[in-house]
């Protein structure tokens, strides 16, 4: 069984290129959204559906898909294509590859990147939203997408046939938050897009979504009560905490002034909205 993970958007609030920081997981019969923006419901509306048939794809030696369908990572630990080149956005705002950013919208607003088998065409059915923060500034309009699909949006655990997601703690703000581990007998992967500190739960994930808000220094919040970790420092604690493919997944106005720079953080990759990365279950 493959347990797919889609970026639904890997901005931060109010970013002027991606939506609202997401995740889609799937599995047979089950999906399961995390975070995302009030718009996610529509981004999704046509994903691809993993059903029973599904083949296994591992990751190869250097994290790039067995079949060859993801960008994977290079000896330094940054993402690369078959060629060795980085994506980066076309004319349209789509990941092309060579030396750039993440992928954003296309010129229709959709979500762009490479279903990794393709999608099926079929409505993706979202049994359940889970949220990090049911604090912050966008819960209210979530909330209310959420209400739209029968589903309220809230912090709890979910578990399924043989696939666990769980909220742990992260220290970001004044009032609790939270990111998710996703479990599954074979694997583990992290969804932790704000945190001031790295979180010791996500040491030695198969996969770890993280912040990428600030750039080459953290993100203090005024009264110092927290705030977003720096993609450098994420980056050298990804590392030393034996996370073995990391995405940044929060991406901030500082973070995009860097790839406008075709700056590169010293480990992991950036997210790719729309891009469904993999698990074996």
Same mark, same amino acid.
């Given at each position: ?192 897009? *704000?945190?001031?500190?790295?979180? *010791? ?81």
């Amino acid at each position: 069984m493959t347990v797919g993970l889609r970026l639904v958007g890997v901005g931060a609030m109010n970013s002027p290129r991606y939506h609202p920081a997401g995740l889609l997981v799937m599995w047979p019969g089950h999906h399961v959204l995390l975070d995302a923006g009030p718009e996610a419901a529509g981004l999704i509306a046509h994903t691809e559906v993993i059903g029973p048939g599904a083949n296994h794809v591992g990751l190869g030696p250097e994290g790039v898909g067995a079949n060859g369908e993801d960008v994977g990572l290079g000896a330094d630990g940054v993402g690369r294509g078959t060629n060795g080149e980085i994506a980066r956005l076309d004319a349209k705002g789509v990941g092309s590859g060579a030396d750039g950013a993440a992928s954003g919208r296309d010129a229709e607003g959709a979500a762009s990147g490479r279903d990794a088998e393709g999608a099926s065409g079929r409505d993706a059915r979202v049994g359940d939203w889970l949220v990090c923060d049911e604090r912050a500034e966008l819960m209210s309009r979530i909330r209310l997408a959420a209400r739209a699909l029968g589903l309220t949006a809230g912090v709890r655990e979910y578990r399924a046939d043989g696939v666990d997601i769980v909220p742990l703690p992260v220290t970001h703000t004044s009032h609790p938050t939270y990111g998710y581990l996703i479990s599954t007998p074979h694997a583990r992967a992290a969804w932790a897009p *704000e945190f001031w500190s790295f979180p *010791e739960w996500a040491a030695e994930t198969d996969l770890m979504f993280a912040d990428a808000a600030g750039w080459n220094r953290p993100i203090r919040f005024a009264g110092g009560v927290g705030g977003h970790a720096g993609v450098l420092q994420v980056a050298r604690d990804a590392r030393d905490h034996g996370v073995r493919r990391l995405i940044f997944a929060h991406i901030g106005r500082p973070t995009i002034r860097a790839i406008d720079r075709l700056e590169h953080p010293p480990y992991g990759e950036w997210g790719v909205e729309g891009r469904t990365y993999r698990l074996t279950a």
